[in-house]
């Protein structure tokens, strides 16, 4: 069931003070003035007039699908009955997610390139204690698990194949400097510095590393297994497949030549 309700319609302040908004700030703007549509699993508010009736029915319908295939794959959701909730607006610069709130960027909702499966597993797994390139492995494996197999789309920002072409995205990555420079950053505690800075050239090839990197270790034990201790099962897997300690990255060796 879908339920679109117009917000009121209070001034708008000028795009510079909007701009400074923290996502508090933003969520309430939104929940003010903005339009929101309730779905069973997701309460979305949009930019009044930035998308049609017909285009934000559809992306909630979406979202709210993404939400129960991310949480069957994943064997449950820490949320029970709690909606997450899902702010879309062009004063978005990045997707991210806090606690229960999901914030993306319109014009990438109108494109249909948001990362919402990777946003939505966040909230679904939060692994607040987790080293980042585990974090954001699972967010980007799971993305691109749900769009191949249960429906949705891919919204991935540096990968160009989803899964089923990671371990490519890797091999490129790895004959540039950038690639060599972050890789000694995946399987251990920490993260390359400018890593939110520098998009291209940090983030771009840790993310599409972390992927690679957990989609190996789901495919070597199982999802549920590398969500219980991902600590505990980076050490197992290593061990066991003859791998070594992960400090590094061998991704030669743990992406191997898989390509589906």
């Known amino acids: 069931m879908v339920l679109v309700l117009a917000a009121g319609s209070a001034c708008q302040p000028g795009s510079a003070q909007i701009d400074s908004w923290t996502d508090g700030e933003l969520a309430r703007y939104l ?12 309460s979305l508010w949009f930019d009044s007039g930035a998308l049609g009736p017909n285009q934000m029915d559809r992306f909630s319908r979406l979202v709210n699908r993404g939400i129960v ?16 909730r899902y702010f879309i607006s062009d004063r978005v610069e990045i997707s991210h997610s806090t606690a229960r709130s999901i914030f993306l960027p319109i014009d990438k909702v109108r494109d249909r390139t948001a990362p919402y499966l990777h946003e ?34 891919d919204g991935g ?48 090839p840790f993310y599409v590393m972390a992927q690679s990197f957990v989609r190996f270790i789901v495919k070597r034990a199982s999802i549920e297994f590398a969500l219980w201790s991902p600590r505990y099962v980076l050490s197992v897997v290593l061990e066991g497949w003859g791998i070594g300690d992960g400090g590094g990255y061998l991704p030669g060796r743990a992406g191997g030549n898989e390509t589906t």
């Open 31 to 42: 929940m003010r003035n903005g339009v929101a549509v309730n779905v069973d699993h997701a």
């Open 69 to 84: 295939d991310i949480e069957a794959y994943l064997g449950g959701s820490h949320l029970g009955s709690q909606k997450i």
């Open 120 to 153: 939505t597993t966040h909230v679904v797994a939060p692994c607040d204690n987790c080293p980042m390139w585990f974090s954001e492995g699972l967010a980007s494996h799971v993305q691109s698990y749900i769009s191949e197999h249960a429906g949705g789309y």
């Open 157 to 204: 920002v540096f990968s160009q194949n989803g899964n089923r072409g990671i371990n490519q995205d890797v091999r490129r990555w790895l004959a540039s400097d950038s690639g060599q420079a972050v890789a000694p950053y995946i399987g251990v505690p920490g993260e390359p510095p400018a890593i939110n800075y520098d998009r291209s050239n940090v983030a771009a």
